[in-house]
């Protein structure tokens, strides 16, 4: 079986063909500005500005025609509306010109779903990313969120920090950078209650000592990535406790990490359960993701009226 997965929940528009066990493509283009953020409407923009030419790289990446596809998937939230509502046209258009089944697909849980495809069972699945920091586990048979930030993403976080201290966007990379320079550890706020998380109070505070002028940046940075990283292994450590599973995958654009996989690697090892990261293209949002968790779906026996795939607040 062949899916076609469309991803375009906020910047990053994405198409990605797989089978069961393959990608057979997975092309992306983001949308970035030297400052960061996202303005939804350019955002969906850009997506309808693309869907074509992204749609024709990864048939030719995978070496097939539209016609070979078996079910269109896309993702159909949490998102930003105007990037979902071109995503939804544009899987809709394609299944009524060609008669595919299509299935809408929850962006989060398509994060986790795709290490499945690597052999993993049954995971905790941290999702960390600009816009979503969750932790997010099948519990009797639906997808529970157990704790997620109150505010802010991690990436976001990052991404803003980065900015007050006047490096570009994306920040992540250049914070982790920073913080391998980093010599001593500075208290910052720290807020986990229960499986939820804060990051907002963290950043205030960093951005705080750094107009101060009285600490070292790197220093700053490895405290800021200390600091949220332990809160972001605290709660997941919790989920993985109340759940019992033994299985703890990262996904997500803040996956590319080294310190939060090393910190992640040894609360796992510690527990004596495996951890996961899939490669970084299928971690990112992506439309591979979409893709296989669309053909997932259908195979389970998931089927949507074209009539159903407008953006529908069921389904996010
Ligand atoms: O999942 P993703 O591609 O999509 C969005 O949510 O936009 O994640 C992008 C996020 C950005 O916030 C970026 O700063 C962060 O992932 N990121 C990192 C690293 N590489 C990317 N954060 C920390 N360390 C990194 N090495």
């Known amino acids: 079986m062949i899916a076609l997965g469309i991803e375009g929940t906020a910047h990053t528009l994405g198409i990605g063909i797989v089978t069961e066990d393959k990608v057979l493509a997975n092309v992306f283009h983001t949308l970035t500005t030297e ?6 409407k350019e955002a969906a923009e850009h997506h309808a500005k693309l869907m074509k030419p992204l749609l024709k790289k990864a048939l030719q990446k995978a070496g097939i025609s539209i016609e070979d596809v078996d079910v269109i998937a896309f993702s159909q939230g949490p998102g930003l509306g105007p990037c979902l509502r071109v995503v939804a046209t544009a899987a ?29 069972k049954d995971p905790v699945g ?13 519990e009797g048979g639906r997808y529970r969120v157990f704790g997620e930030t109150l ?12 900015r007050e201290i006047g490096l ?14 980093g010599e001593r550890y500075i208290e910052l706020p720290y807020a986990v209650k229960g499986m939820d998380l804060s990051f907002s109070g963290l950043l205030t505070e960093a951005v705080r000592k750094f107009k101060s ?10 405290s800021f990535q200390e600091t949220a990283f332990a809160a972001l292994v605290e709660v997941t450590e919790r989920a993985v406790a109340h759940t019992e599973k033994e299985e703890v995958v990262l996904v997500g654009g803040v996956a590319a990490n080294n310190r939060l996989r090393e910190m992640l690697k040894i609360m796992t ?45 069921k389904f996010r």
């Open 35 to 40: 400052k960061g953020g996202i303005h939804p």
């Open 92 to 120: 809709r258009a394609l299944a009524i010109k060609y008669g595919k089944p299509i299935v809408g697909v929850n962006h989060c849980i398509a994060h986790v779903e795709i290490t499945k495809m690597f052999g993993v």
């Open 126 to 138: 941290l999702y960390v990313s600009g816009g979503n920091t969750q932790v997010l586990a099948l």
């Open 151 to 162: 505010d802010i993403g991690i990436g976001n976080a990052l991404d803003t920090f980065a």
């Open 168 to 181: 570009g966007f994306p920040g992540g990379p250049k914070i982790e950078k920073l913080a391998q320079k």
């Open 213 to 222: 002028g009285k600490y070292r940046i790197e220093d700053i940075a490895y």
């Open 269 to 313: 090892e510690d527990r004596g359960i495996k951890f996961f990261v899939p490669p970084y293209d299928l971690c990112r949002d992506n439309g591979a993701m979409i893709a296989y968790t669309g053909l997932l779906m259908y195979k389970a026996g998931v089927r949507f009226k074209i009539e159903d795939t407008i953006v529908n607040q």
